[in-house]
C-alpha cells in the first residue's frame, strides 16, 4: 500500500482502478507545482510522438495522463475529485514529504511558487519608477542647496543688522517694570 492511495482514515479508496494521483506518481496532498511538474515528466514519456513504445500501450496511458491532469491542475475539479475518492485536505494534519530527510541541505527556491526578489531582474517599469525616485531626490536636494545660497547669506545678514522687535519690546518692558514698579495697596 503506496501513500497515494490513503485517504484520511488511513484506508484505502473504495474503487480498484488507480487515482490520478497515482497515476502521476504524487501523494494527494500534491502542490500544484508537483503535480505540473510530475505530468510534464510523464507526458515526455508517454507522448506518442516522442516514445519509443508501441502506439498501443503509449496512446491510452498519455491519454489518463492527460486526464488526471485536467482534474488535479484544476482546484474546483480537484476538490471534488478528492472527495469522490475520498480524500478530504480538510481536518488532516499532513506530514510535509521531505519529513524523513536530513535537513543539512539547501532549500530549492526554484520549486517553491514563490518568487525571491532577487531571483528576476528588474523589468523595465520597476528601472523606471527607482529613476523617478532618484531623479526627484536629486531635484530636491539642489533646490534646497540653491535656495540656501541665495537667500541663506541675505537671511543672516538681514538678522544681524536688525534685532529682533519681539525681543526689543520684551526687554523695554521689563525694564519699564524695574524702574516704576506696581505698587497695590
Known sequence: MTQTDVNQNGAMPQSSEPTYYSLLGLHPWASVLDIRRAYRQLSKVYHPDTTDLPTAIATPKFQQINEAYATLSHPER???YDLKIGYSR???????PDLNHPVSHSYDWSKSAYLDASDRP???????????LV?????????????????????IHS????????????????SQLIAHPIIKN
Open 78 to 80: 480537484r476538490l471534488s
Open 90 to 96: 480538510f481536518g488532516v494534519i499532513q506530514p510535509p
Open 122 to 132: 528588474l523589468s523595465s517599469g520597476e528601472i523606471f519608477a527607482l529613476f523617478m
Open 135 to 155: 531623479l526627484t531626490f536629486v531635484g530636491c536636494l539642489l533646490l534646497a542647496v540653491a535656495i540656501g545660497l541665495t537667500r541663506g547669506e541675505a537671511a
Open 159 to 174: 538678522h544681524l543688522l536688525q534685532p529682533n522687535t519681539f525681543v526689543q519690546q520684551q526687554i523695554s518692558y521689563i
